[in-house]
């Protein structure tokens, strides 16, 4: 198996993926090796190819905590990243001045050709939608149910 990501063929399973997702609005190539995804309830996710186009990044801004959650907020994604096994080893960073939360998930070459890809891509997308919502709210609980997690039918 080749180790190399092709990025001609990483959009086509990018766009593949997005057919069959409800929650992606458009995928759109922004370079050589650089797509943005954009989904419903989401901010775009970057999706590019590392230096030796061996690995798939995708990268979701998370926003930034109120400065009365930050350390709530910090310290549940600590905790998330704790669960890496769980999670696909994907990872919450905190990046900049303000402490914007990003959200990265990486896939190999075998991951990206794989068909699990869509869901997997899925699974990045929903979590970067809850992760948003709770990292940015003014209060710890939320006070409605989430559309998004209601529609597809998750933490019910």
């Known amino acids: 198996m080749n180790d190399f990501l092709n990025p001609d063929v990483v959009s086509e399973r990018l766009v593949a993926a997005a057919a069959t997702n409800p929650l992606v609005v ?3 190539r922004a370079g050589v090796a650089q797509w943005l995804i954009e989904a419903e309830g989401a901010q775009p996710c970057l999706a590019e190819l590392d230096d030796d186009q061996t690995h798939l990044v995708l990268s979701a801004d998370l926003g930034v905590a109120p400065e009365e959650r930050r350390l709530e907020v910090q310290s549940a994604a600590l905790s998330y990243n704790a669960l890496w096994r769980e999670t696909d080893e994907a990872r919450i960073v905190q990046a900049g001045a303000t402490g914007e939360l990003i959200l990265v998930r990486r896939f190999n070459a075998q991951s990206v050709t794989d068909n699990e890809f ?3 891509l899925a699974r990045v997308l929903l979590t970067a939608i809850w992760w948003n919502a709770y990292a ?3 209060e710890s609980a939320p006070t409605k149910p989430d559309p998004i997690a209601g529609r597809f039918g998750l933490f019910a």
């Open 136 to 138: 940015t709210a003014e």
């Open 26 to 28: 458009a995928v759109a």
């Open 118 to 120: 869509p869901a997997q």
